[in-house]
């Protein structure tokens, strides 16, 4: 009798721990708002290419004020950025990039990809996300 139960408690644990990553990934909709367009041009401070997204870092100076902001833009999967063209090269630390996309709901200076203008080839690239 132990045996089984202590059986079924392993078999429950393995379970669940498989299912974790499923569980951390989260839906468009929950995170960003498909109302609140934004365009930004920056350059870029950081690339993280990574499962399940890759990020830009970039520093977007305001208009007016010409100070900079520091935003995180979230792409597509590195597998899908590839199918659109990318590389692991297009993009890197002090490139201006022009970013369309939308911003987060809850993190200030959050914003998901649409597509990814780049200043030094005037590519304009699908973002995968």
């Not at 392993?10 to 708002?33: R, Y």
């Not at 950081?46 to 979230?74: C, F, G, I, R």
């Not at 022009?98 to 200076?109: A, Q, V």
Request: glycine share 10%; net charge positive; hydrophobic share 40%.
């Amino acid at each position: 009798m132990k045996s089984s139960t202590v059986g079924s408690l392993v078999v429950g644990t393995c379970v669940a721990l498989a299912a974790w990553p499923a569980l951390s990934h989260h839906s468009f909709s929950a995170e960003f708002d498909g109302k609140k367009v934004v365009t930004l041009t920056g350059t870029v401070t950081k690339v993280e290419w990574q499962n399940p997204h890759a990020y830009l870092y970039m520093d977007v100076p305001d208009a007016q004020t010409k100070q900079s902001t520091s935003w995180t833009v979230e792409l597509g999967s590195p597998n899908g950025l590839r199918r659109l063209g990318w590389t692991r090269t297009s993009v890197s630390v002090g490139d201006v990039v022009t970013i369309e996309g939308f911003l987060g709901r809850f993190k200030p200076n959050l914003a998901n990809a649409r597509t990814a203008t780049l200043a030094k080839t005037g590519e304009k690239l699908g973002a995968a996300s």
